[in-house]
């Protein structure tokens, strides 16, 4: 299975996402490494590794169409067969997420449905989640569809929240747990132990 991975950040969950390759932990491919900032370090740890990295912003473009057409030809380029979503702080064009329907998804740093949507990312999410006294957050993976966060959950895990914890150490538990369950979830996904209906993801 070949892999398209976007990242806006320092890519953390894309270094994770090798990790399980190289270890032969998940029979896939990275092709294509995306980012909306060209200084993310996704792409840099892509250009490491010798993985393509492309630079790819809507402000490059005229309209959302051309930006969303340029995105679909990089995709086609590189043979990409699922878009991994790792920290990509860009909402997907409908036209490609359409064209890749239950073909991309995310890791979300908390227990969707809860705390998810427009605005709840990064440490905006932790501090939700303590602002609520939760007594457990996680991580979420899902599919992804034309609103934030709402797609059918893949696979979820959780952590405790603790009485001392701040966003800073909650988001590091959160972090440890991102990184185990997204190459899982890709795996069942490239050996096609995934079945998808209507709202609902079964894992076999």
Request: hydrophobic content about 45%.
């Amino acid at each position: 299975m070949n892999i398209g991975v976007f990242a806006s950040g320092r890519g953390s969950n894309f270094q994770a996402i090798l990790n399980a390759i190289q270890q032969d932990r998940l029979p896939a491919r990275v092709t294509l490494v995306l980012s909306n900032k060209g200084d993310a370090g996704a792409l840099d740890i892509a250009r490491t590794y010798s993985l393509p990295a492309l630079h790819l912003s809507h402000k490059q473009f005229s309209d959302e169409a051309s930006f969303a057409s340029a995105m679909l030809d990089a995709l086609k380029q590189h043979d990409v067969h699922l878009i991994a979503l790792a920290g990509y702080l860009r909402k997907i064009p409908s036209s490609v997420v359409q064209a890749y329907r239950n073909r991309i998804l995310n890791i979300h740093p908390a227990l969707l449905p809860s705390f998810g949507g427009a605005g709840m990312y990064g440490h905006h999410v932790h501090e939700a989640v303590l602002a609520s006294g939760a007594k457990y957050s996680g991580a979420t993976v899902h599919l992804v569809d034309d609103d934030y966060d709402r797609g059918p959950i893949v696979l979820q895990k959780t952590v405790p929240v603790d009485e001392l914890d701040t966003p800073e150490t909650l988001a590091a538990k959160v972090l440890n747990i991102e990184h185990e369950i997204y190459p899982l979830a890709l795996k069942a996904f490239a050996e096609n132990r995934v079945t998808i209906n209507e709202r609902s993801v079964w894992i076999h």
